[in-house]
């Protein structure tokens, strides 16, 4: 079994920046890939940023240039730099992890989800 644990998000006025993070623990042979994905009221789950085990990366087109996703292999962590914040950013924020286990099947994980408010 796989647990992510999300932390450092929060709220920000606009133009703030934020940096959460997103770790893996548990039974772990590999990561393949790590993302966040996000969810505002009334909406539904969109992807916000992927990144792949050879550190390839894809963004929403609505984040592109604003936020950075990286990851720490050694530590299993993904992170999240979102700069230029505003109020259409505000939403649950989502770890999404695709885990190569013990057994060599990968299998998709997601955390409990951080909230991310934008307000003046």
Known sequence: QVQLMESGAGAVQPGGSLRPS??????????????WYRQAPGKERELVAVINSDDSTNYAASVKGRFTISRDN??????LQMNSLNPEDTAVYYCNAVVVGSNLTPRSYWGQGTQVTVSS
Request: glycine letters at 10%; a neutral charge.
């Open 22 to 35: 997103c770790t893996a623990s548990g039974s772990i042979f590999m990561i393949n890939v790590m993302g």
């Open 74 to 79: 050694d530590k299993n962590t993904a992170y």
